[in-house]
């Protein structure tokens, strides 16, 4: 049996990281060990994480599913560390990190590091043969600065948000913002989306649409193999 370390922004137990996406593809030869940076933060003190105007933030589900929290990342990063220690030290083989926010060279583990960052920056731009993009990001609050970083990746990335934890007719009426665009390809910038948020996608705009939890687990697969 294999494991594999899932870190986490959210509080564990998540159920979302077990999902059908991920399982359906890695199989029960696979042993998923969770991690969350909020889990060595008491539930008191999360308010001190709340990010500042402008601050880089993630939006993460509660553990008791009451809803979503905005935690500011770079605050978070010593808590990563934490969750990179503990999954090595249960046994961990590879980590694989549940985010696709960009995260400092400077976090280490004695096993490989997976960020589907660095995956989907060497993929996007392969997909995209006239480098059009549209990106939907969780988050209003990180949309300018996700812009920044998109518009770096491709020659030109439309960005919109919704959140994947909310209704599905609220993220079905953000897709068909999109139907009209110009471009190549659509991404769901974050590890919430699901694959029915993919499918309302593909429905309401008729264009591909990128999901990074099944390319990360296509990915895990395949270095399995």
């Not at 137990?13 to 998923?32: A, H, M, Q």
């Amino acid at each position: 049996m294999i494991r594999i370390g899932a870190a986490t922004p959210a509080q564990t137990p998540c159920i979302d990281i077990l999902s059908d996406e991920l399982t359906s593809i890695l199989g029960n030869s696979v042993e998923i060990i969770q991690s969350g940076a909020l889990d060595w933060i008491p539930d008191d003190q999360l308010d001190a994480y709340a990010p500042n105007q402008g601050e880089p933030s993630l939006i993460t589900p509660l553990r008791d599913g009451s809803g979503t929290f905005r935690i500011a990342k770079e605050r978070l990063f010593p808590q990563f560390q934490q969750s990179y220690d503990y999954l090595v030290e249960q046994g961990a083989q590879m980590i694989v990190m549940f985010c696709t926010g960009i995260f400092p060279d400077t976090l280490h583990a004695k096993v490989p590091i997976i960020y589907p960052s660095k995956i989907l920056a060497s993929l996007v731009p392969a997909l995209s043969p006239r480098s059009k993009i549209a990106v939907v990001e969780p988050d209003f609050f990180s949309k300018d600065r996700e812009a920044a970083y998109w518009n770096g990746v491709v020659g030109e990335a439309i960005m919109t948000n919704v959140s994947p934890y909310g209704e599905f007719e609220e993220i079905a009426e953000t897709a068909r913002k999109l139907k009209d665009l110009d471009v190549d390809i659509i991404v769901l910038d974050c590890l919430g989306f699901t694959r029915r948020v993919k499918e309302i996608f593909v429905r309401e705009t008729r264009k591909p649409v990128l999901l990074p939890r099944t390319i990360i687990a296509r990915t895990v697969q395949n270095i399995l193999d």
